[in-house]
Structures are given as C-alpha cells and as structure tokens.
C-alpha cells in the first residue's frame, strides 16, 4: 500500500514539474491579464504588430510597475505566441 501511495506521489510530483517546466511565457501574464484585459485583446486594440512595439507599450504603461520582474525576453517570448513580427 506505501508504495502505492510512493508511486502516486512521484507521478503527481513529476507532471506538476513538466507543468511548470512547460508553462507559456502568456500563462505568466494572463493571471492579471484575463477577460477584457487579455493581451491579445489589448494588442488588437492598440494595433500592436510588431514586438518591439509591445515591448515599448508595456513600458509606456502607466502600470509598468507590475511588470518590473518580467525581462525583454519574456515580452518577445510573449509576442512570439501573439503571432507578433
Ligand atoms: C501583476 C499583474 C500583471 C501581470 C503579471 C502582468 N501585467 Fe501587464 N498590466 C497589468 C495592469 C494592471 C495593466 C494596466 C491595464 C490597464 O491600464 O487597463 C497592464 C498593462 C499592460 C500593457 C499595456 C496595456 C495598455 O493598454 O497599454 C501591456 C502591453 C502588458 N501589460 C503586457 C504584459 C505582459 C507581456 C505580461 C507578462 C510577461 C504582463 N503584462 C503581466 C498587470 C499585469
């Protein structure tokens, strides 16, 4: 029966970390940018194409305080899965 309950621990264990290990670049944002706020909504309506241009809007924000602990990579690496150039 423990090793049962050992086998059950170590697959939880193992597929929480692969989930983790896995998650977008986007899952980090969409805890606060959800609904109205997504981000691709945000880009459509502020017509962002490029990266760069997401980049300079997340810094224009007047929020960008929120974001002080995401890097540029992890802007492109969201404008990557935004389909943005
Ligand atoms: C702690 C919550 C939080 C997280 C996490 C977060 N944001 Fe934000 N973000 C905000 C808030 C709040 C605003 C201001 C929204 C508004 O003005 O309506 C904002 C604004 C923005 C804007 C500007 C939107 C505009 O209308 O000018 C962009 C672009 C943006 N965020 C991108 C990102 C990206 C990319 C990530 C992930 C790497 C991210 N955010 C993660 C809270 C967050």
Avoid: Q, W
Wanted: aromatic share 6%.
């Amino acid at each position: 029966m423990k090793r049962i309950i050992a086998i059950v621990l170590a697959i939880v264990f193992v597929l929480g970390l692969t989930s983790l290990t896995f998650a977008s670049a986007l899952e980090k944002c969409n805890k606060c940018h959800k609904d109205a706020k997504s981000l691709d909504k945000v880009v459509a309506a502020k017509k962002i194409e490029t990266a760069d241009a997401f980049i300079k809007a997340v810094k224009a924000s007047p929020k960008a305080e929120l974001h002080k602990k995401f890097t540029d990579d992890d802007y492109k690496a969201v404008a990557k899965e935004l389909k943005l150039k």
